[in-house]
């Protein structure tokens, strides 16, 4: 069973940045398609960010020029790395591997799921 463990989540003010990782025990990240993926209360599970296979990166509107994921092959970890954050970013964020379509930030193409990590943003 593949499960991605993420952690890095906490609580910040707004302003402020956090940098999620996420570890694969078992699995390729490099060679996979992974993404980030976050859900408020209330609301459906959005992606945030996608890297695919060969290193192209695909962001969700509201993120760009704030977030950047990336992935380092020597620890096997994906990461987020988010800046400027706002209330808005406050959710549960999931890391995701296993995407079937290159780039995509649909929730329903990834097969394997992490537990999540808890982002707070204060204003």
């Known amino acids: 069973q593949i499960r991605p463990v993420e952690s890095g989540g906490g609580q910040v003010q707004a302003g402020g940045s956090l940098r999620l990782s996420c570890v694969a025990s078992?699995?390729?990240?490099?060679?996979?398609?992974m993404g980030w993926f976050r859900q408020a209360p209330g609301k459906e599970r959005e992606g945030v960010a996608t890297?695919?296979?060969?290193?192209?990166?695909y962001y969700e509107e509201s993120v760009k020029g704030r977030f950047t994921i990336s992935n380092d092959n020597s620890k096997n970890t994906l990461y987020l790395q988010m800046n400027s954050l706002k209330p808005e970013d406050s959710a549960m964020y999931y890391c995701?591997?296993?995407?079937?379509?290159?780039?995509?930030?649909?929730?329903?193409?990834?097969?394997?799921w992490g537990q999540g990590t808890q982002v707070t943003v204060s204003s």
């Open positions: 995701a591997a296993g995407g079937r379509v290159f780039g995509s930030l649909r929730p329903y193409y990834y097969e394997y």
């Open positions: 078992g699995y390729s990240i490099s060679s996979s398609n």
């Open positions: 890297i695919d296979r060969y290193g192209s990166t």
